[in-house]
């Protein structure tokens, strides 16, 4: 049996990039523009040993208004509901914003299993960020680096007992 993981987070923090990363086809499209990929996308990933789906999610523009949000909203509830582990992003650089409080609240309000990670961790422009992050209340972050491949090795051993369950 396998299982099926859904990146979410907003816009930007790298969702796409990872996607890729795992699936190791480009099938996301990832851009300098926040908010390229306009849906969910699916695709067989790989990470060691471990196969499983991975879902892409919910990459629209900078929700600043509330039909955007809206939308962005339903299509991580969406992911969330096809999904048994959802990877939430968030955007080390940047630090914890109040957009990432919406998508941590829409995963506690749907009693996601979740899985924290600060992405763009590469470097030390990350390590404000990745302390922010514990203050969302959903366990220890995971430092990765989508973009070099960093932090793999951490996210392949907490997905190992999570496959066991499927
Ligand atoms: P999405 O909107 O969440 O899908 O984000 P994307 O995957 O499209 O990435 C948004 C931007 O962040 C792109 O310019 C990526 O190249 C960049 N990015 C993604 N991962 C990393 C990373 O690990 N480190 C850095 N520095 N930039 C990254
Ligand atoms: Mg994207």
Redesign the pocket.
């Known amino acids: 049996m396998t299982f099926t993981l859904a990146i979410v987070?907003r816009?930007?923090?790298?969702?796409?990039?990872?996607f890729n990363r795992l699936v190791g086809k480009k099938l996301?499209l990832?851009?300098?523009q926040?908010?390229?990929?306009r849906d969910l996308r699916e695709g067989d990933a790989r990470l060691g040993d471990l196969r499983f789906t991975v879902i892409?999610s919910a990459?629209l523009e900078e929700a600043t208004d509330n039909s955007l949000q809206g939308r962005m909203r339903r299509l991580t509830e969406r992911a969330v509901e096809m999904a048994d582990v959802c990877l939430f992003?968030v955007d080390a650089?940047a630090g914890i914003t109040p957009s990432d409080e919406v998508f941590a609240d829409i995963l506690r309000k749907k009693n996601a299993n979740v899985i924290l990670a600060a992405?763009?961790?590469?470097g030390r422009a990350g390590e404000g960020g990745v302390l922010e992050a514990y203050s969302l209340g959903l366990g220890d972050p995971i430092r990765?680096?989508?973009?070099?491949g960093e932090g793999l090795d951490e996210l392949y051993h907490t997905l190992i007992p999570i496959s066991e369950q499927f």
């Open positions: 987070g816009p930007n923090v790298g969702k796409s990039t990872l996301a990832v851009d300098d926040p908010g390229v990929t892409d990459g992003l650089r992405n763009k961790a590469e990765l680096s989508a973009e070099h």
